[in-house]
């Protein structure tokens, strides 16, 4: 099963930038993607590549948040949200239920400047691990999505000058610790261990040209799928978005 993430920062946008020709290129079994920025029917009349079928969650605010899966696998069941109200009006997530694994799309919410909404990040990290962990209890868990945090120095390109910046709050990190203290594995990391891989790139000073970005996409795992872990990846030379998508194959 070959699983796909992206942050599209604009799906209407990213159609015309060749996104349909990029999902036909990867052939993923599933594409989840975040900030979708859209309703269902704004792309209601979109043609997906033979085989797909594409669900939204969309914030009740236009043109904000939300997430969208692509899927030529048939799941049993999709549901929105994690069954709390503060935290279901964005369109932040989705649960797809196959027959041995939930996997779910997520959209974390951003700290923003000057840290303002670092006290709801904290609240909802608190609740979307006591969601992760309900899930665990019926079957073993992926999760994947824009996570908007670097967990470690390694995953941004200059962390001494971003300390305490959103993004990489001793908050926002304690967040991620949460997520492995749980038991989840952080799959990019069970495959490569070096510096220098990075899913996100401000527009600003070529920061993408010249690789000076963020590990903040990923797929993390429950440690029972461990051994089923085939390889996980960064496509950085997909363009379109100031994010790229992040990939994990399973067996």
Known sequence: MKLLSWNVNGLRAVLKKGFLDILSETVPDVLCLQETKCQPADVAHVDWPEGYTAHFSAAVKKGYSGTGIITRETPIAITEGIGIEEH?????????????????????????????????RQRWDIDFCAYLASLEKRKPVIFCGDLNV?????????????????????????????????????????????????????YRAGARGRNIGWRIDYFMASQQLLPRLQRAWINPEIMGSDHCPVGLEIK
Do not use: C
Request: hydrophobic share 35%.
């Open 88 to 120: 279901d009006q964005e369109g932040r997530t989705q649960t797809v239920e196959f027959k041995d694994y939930f996997l779910v799309n997520v959209y974390v919410p951003n700290a923003q400047n000057e840290l303002r909404r670092l006290d709801y």
């Open 150 to 202: 670097a967990h470690e120095e390694i995953d941004l390109a200059r962390p001494k000058a971003n300390m305490g910046n959103p993004g990489f709050t001793t908050e926002e990190r304690a967040g991620f610790d949460r997520f492995v203290d749980a038991g989840f594995v952080d799959t990019f990391r069970e495959f490569e261990k070096g510096p220098d891989h990075y899913s996100w790139w401000t």
